[in-house]
Nanobody, 122 residues
């Protein structure tokens, strides 16, 4: 089964940007890809997803207009570009891969990365 490894997390100031990457251990072409996040004491939250073709993208309401998801199947990679960051974006971010559908509910995700911490200072 595909393994996912995130990178690019860290500390940023409010209003700044971070770029998360997720590399898969096998071809990403059959998968819809995405990102979720989980803040302390909160449930895992949908952030963004992209379909197999890369033509359709989906965003959670709290990040729409600020975050951009993309994929590069030649590199088995997906990217989450995060701009105009806010302190409430602080969370562990998980990349995902799902064959059966674009997953916007955590229960529908087939494969999870281990997560990368993002901390936004005010």
């Amino acid at each position: 089964q595909v393994q996912l490894v995130e990178s690019g997390g860290g500390l940023a100031a409010a209003g700044g940007s971070l770029r998360l990457s997720c590399v898969a251990s096998e071809r990403t072409n059959p998968y819809a890809l995405g990102w979720f996040r989980q803040a302390p004491g909160k449930e895992r939250e949908f952030v963004a997803a992209i379909d197999w073709s890369g033509k359709r993208t989906y965003y959670g309401t709290s990040v729409k207009g600020r975050f951009t998801i993309s994929r590069d199947d030649a590199k088995n990679t997906q990217i989450l570009q995060m701009d105009r960051l806010k302190p409430e974006d602080t969370a562990v971010y998980y990349c995902t891969a799902t064959r059966t559908a674009v997953a916007m509910n955590a229960a529908d995700v087939e494969r999870w990365g281990r997560g990368t911490q993002v901390t936004i200072s005010s």
